[in-house]
């Protein structure tokens, strides 16, 4: 009897630590999405050019940083119970594994599969006029950025850029003509596929005075080329194939 009562013990404090798990690594990804929305939501007030004030990269890097740290923590909590689900019976640890796996897929861990949108964002290939600032014309990565958050604003459950999964720590940084993804390195065009409801993905998008309008309407002072989402009913987005802060998949 005390064994099968430890071994209940032990499953009932890992399905809540998980229970913990999830619920932070969601409140997380809510809080930084929101920080996200609110700067975007300032921009149409603001100097198109400009795109991201200080203050407001500002806020944003502050927050990432404090998630990074986070999921880091919560990495390794996840490391100590799959190894928990390990040594518990055998008749209970795919209950275990099963909320292991909701909360890798939630992560990024893991590759998903479903109907979504895909399109491209590309430079614009036209000469660039003489008076012009030739940085209008080319992707940058707060232009990805923005059109990420979009996704994920739009309800969009997985996000990859050029097959490169985008997670809660994922870092968007420009590296001369090159933008570096999870620490890749990669350049246009830059192929989006996202997975979740189409509709609203693509209404999120192409609404009046939405990002893809912001990004390449020349009255806004931005001249990139970004083809019409299309709709797919099946997307393979794979799984993130880096690690967080060390903590390997």
């Known amino acids: ?42 921009l149409p007030q603001i100097d198109p050019k400009a795109q991201y004030t200080a203050e407001q990269l500002g806020r944003i890097k502050d927050e990432n940083q404090g998630l990074e740290e986070s999921i880091e ?16 019976d ?17 992560s990024g861990l893991l590759a ?4 979504g949108i895909t399109f491209t964002v590309d430079d614009n290939k036209k000469d660039t006029p003489t008076d012009k600032d030739v940085l209008l014309y080319i992707t940058h990565d707060s232009d990805l950025r923005m059109l990420v958050n979009e996704l994920f604003i739009a309800g969009a459950e997985a996000v990859s850029i050029n097959g490169q999964r985008i997670t809660t720590t994922t870092g968007i940084i420009c590296i001369g003509t090159v933008v570096k993804i ?22 999120a998008l192409e609404t009046r005075g939405g990002v893809i309008e912001l990004l390449t309407r020349p009255e806004n002072g931005r001249y990139l080329t970004i083809t019409p989402p299309k709709q797919s009913p099946s997307i393979t987005i794979p799984g993130y194939a880096g690690d967080f802060n060390g903590m390997k998949k």
């Open 1 to 42: 009897m005390p064994i099968k009562t430890d071994k209940r013990l032990r499953l009932t404090v890992s399905l809540t630590m998980i229970s913990v798990i999830l619920g932070l690594m969601l409140s997380m990804q809510y809080k930084n999405m929101r920080v996200t929305a609110e700067s975007q939501a300032k």
């Open 73 to 88: 923590k919560l990495n390794k909590e996840l490391h100590s119970l799959e190894k928990l689900a390990g040594n518990v």
């Open 90 to 106: 055998q008749n209970l640890a795919p209950e275990i594994r099963d909320e292991l796996t909701k909360y890798k897929i939630m």
């Open 112 to 115: 998903v599969k479903g109907p």
């Open 182 to 203: 999870n620490n890749q390195r990669v350049a246009t065009p830059f192929v989006l596929n996202a997975i979740g409801d189409p509709k609203n993905m693509i209404n």
